[in-house]
């Protein structure tokens, strides 16, 4: 969703290398932090996905409500689409 948000990720066959961003209120970049961490310690990688109904139907009705009220007042419009 955030495009300027990307983490990069190097795996050699010693050690995991990479950056990752630092972030205030969860979209907004401040930097970047350096991730360097030997093949040893890593005990295990857990990977999911979830999808999550509600929330879906929730993001659904206010994308249309902010594309409703998008063409009568553009600021209000912003602000919905934006809590997408």
């Given at each position: 969703m955030f495009f300027w948000l990307k983490a990069s990720?190097?795996?050699?066959d010693k050690r995991l290398t990479g950056t990752e961003p630092n972030v205030i209120l969860g979209f907004v970049p401040l930097g970047e932090e350096q991730v360097n961490q030997p093949l040893k310690t890593i005990a295990s990688v857990n990977s999911g996905t979830k999808f999550l109904f509600k929330k879906f139907i929730v993001g659904m009705v206010l994308a249309i409500i902010?594309?409703?009220?998008?063409?009568?007042?553009?600021?209000?419009g912003i602000i919905l689409l934006f809590l997408v």
């Open positions: 990720y190097l795996l050699t902010g594309f409703t009220v998008f063409s009568k007042t553009i600021v209000a």
